[in-house]
């Protein structure tokens, strides 16, 4: 008589437990991975950068529609007195190397680039608007993005995984929906006087807004966050003086001053002053890249706030739009991207903890650690 087989009729429920088993694991992996308590302050602090330039945008609006003030160079004059008075003055007081005095003498003319970069950044976007559409700034405004990251693979050694490529890509139809929800909610009302020289001026600002970003990205991870928002309000209060008193003069002249003008003005300032004091925290602890992916959804509460203010038609693509970037956004952060910095680096000692995600990484190597002592 043959002896009963092992696979007999009990066995496809033990491979249906272990199959069950596999799957809850996975799930358990996935969620451990993508919800950590670094990828939640991470989407928390990225969401607050885009809440100031939501306030930057509501702010500048206002007086654009209801008082007829449109001067970008002056706001930013502003902010860029405030970062002077705070902290270039912080740098005029320390010693050593980190001296105000001592920095100039060495890296002046980085500098002064640095700070060009930054303010027309800031001016040429604000200046498309005139010429070309709505749907090509939002749109075209992401061509930082691949730039970016160009400039990161060259500059910062940064080398990106399959992961990250295909996160960029989710945002970026997370934007896609964005536009898509605009046309249909009836947003695209102004052809533009030059598309084409708008959308010149828009690849133009967000070029320069990658460049500055990766300066800031090297300068907070390898030197000092007081040294690069003190130059950048040194530099930037000097440049954008002197194009403010070129270009807006008039402007500046023709403006009705009252009380709730100048609140505006100080909302502005404030919004603007908190994102360039509090961007650098969170470039130290990931990356330039991922900031610029989470502040995506500054347009969508833009939007979501000119419902009640200017009267804007909701759509649900909105939502969906806010779904899909912070989805991109999320796997994104969820690895971490590798630093390959070369053998005979010329780049200067690091000072601070200079790693991409470096809460995610910090993490990682816990739970390698803790894999091996069990």
């Keep these: 008589m043959e002896a009963d087989s092992p696979a007999g009729p009990g066995a496809p429920e033990p491979l249906a437990e272990g199959a069950a088993g596999d799957f809850s694991s996975l799930l358990r992996r996935i969620k451990g991975k993508l919800f950590t308590w670094n990828i939640l302050k991470t989407i928390a602090l990225g969401q607050m950068l885009s809440l100031c330039i939501c306030g ?49 003498k060495r890296k002046w003319w980085k500098y002064i680039l640095l700070g060009l970069a930054d303010v027309e950044a800031n001016y040429v976007i604000v200046r498309a608007y005139q010429y070309t559409t709505l749907t090509s700034v939002q749109l075209l405004d992401c061509f930082g993005i691949p730039v970016l990251m160009a400039l990161s693979w060259f500059i910062l050694h ?82 954008s003086g002197i194009q403010l008193l070129i270009v807006e003069y008039k402007d500046i002249a023709s403006i009705h001053w009252d009380w709730k003008i100048a609140l505006l003005f100080v909302a502005f300032a404030l919004c603007m002053f908190c994102l360039y004091s509090f961007m650098p925290l969170v470039i130290r602890v990931t990356s330039a890249t991922s900031v610029n992916l989470g502040i995506l959804t500054a347009d969508l509460y833009s939007l979501f706030v000119g419902l009640f203010l200017f009267g804007y038609k909701f759509s649900g693509l909105y939502i969906l739009s806010f779904t899909v970037i912070m989805v991109g956004f999320i796997l994104y952060c969820s690895t971490p991207t590798r630093t390959a910095e070369p053998a005979e680096s010329s780049v200067p000692p690091v000072t601070s903890i200079g790693i991409d995600n470096l809460g995610l990484k910090l993490e990682e190597n816990l739970q390698e650690t803790h894999s091996a002592v069990l």
């Design 158 to 239: 940064a080398r990106y995984r399959v992961i990250h490529f295909i996160a960029v890509a989710v945002c970026l139809l997370g934007v896609g929906t964005m536009v898509g929800a605009d046309i249909l909610a009836g947003r695209e009302d102004n052809s533009g006087s030059d598309v084409l020289i708008g959308d010149i001026l828009v690849l133009l600002g967000a070029s320069l807004y990658a460049i500055s970003n990766v300066c800031e990205e090297y300068i907070v991870k390898k030197l000092s966050r007081q040294e690069f928002l003190g130059m950048v309000g040194l530099f930037g209060t000097i440049i």
């Design 56 to 104: 930057t945008a509501i702010t500048s609006q206002y007086l654009a529609e209801r008082y007829k003030v449109n001067t970008p160079m002056l706001q930013s004059f502003i902010n860029y007195c405030l970062l002077f008075l705070i902290y270039t003055v912080m740098l005029a007081f320390r010693s050593g190397s980190d001296n105000l005095l001592v920095i100039l």
